[in-house]
């Protein structure tokens, strides 16, 4: 078990308990230029991306936009979403804090979807384990997803 840092009371043992909730999806069907629009808004570095199910598709980041389209010169407005969400992994929401950092460690990733009972529920980034994580097992963290 994992102590929330500078709280020793409070014991950290779930992804629900350190996620940020009520996280916002972009539809697959929006443009870039609204996905963008809405990172800004939203002062976020990505998205889950939503179908008409309301499910998790997928996520798309600002390094996508950038990269992959910006870059090779795409018309923004003309390009969906749903084109250029990257394969996305997630825990649930009652998975160990220990399973969400191997998730994230195990793929590299620095934010990752909360889903409860098939729905996205929240997202835990590199912020809120700075926050609930002892800084030695952070900088283990950090170490292992940038290597």
């Known amino acids: 078990m994992l102590v929330a840092q500078g709280r020793k009371e409070e014991v950290v043992t779930t992804a629900r308990e350190i996620m940020h909730p009520g996280v916002q999806c972009v539809d697959e069907d929006a443009n870039l230029v609204e996905a963008a629009r809405m990172m800004r808004d939203l002062d976020v570095g990505s998205l889950p991306i939503c179908g008409k199910d309301d499910r998790l598709h997928g996520i798309i980041t600002d390094r996508d936009i950038v990269i992959r389209a910006v870059a090779a010169g795409l018309d923004l407005a003309a390009t969906r ?46 912020a809120d384990l700075a926050r609930h994580l002892p800084e030695h097992e952070l900088a283990s963290f950090v170490e292992r997803v940038y290597a």
Do not use: K, Y
């Open 81 to 126: 979403v749903g084109e250029f969400g990257c394969h996305v992994h997630w825990v649930n929401a009652s998975d160990s804090l220990a399973q969400v950092l191997r998730t994230m460690e195990d793929n590299q990733i620095r934010r990752v979807p909360v889903i409860d009972e098939h729905r996205l529920v929240g997202m835990v980034s590199e």
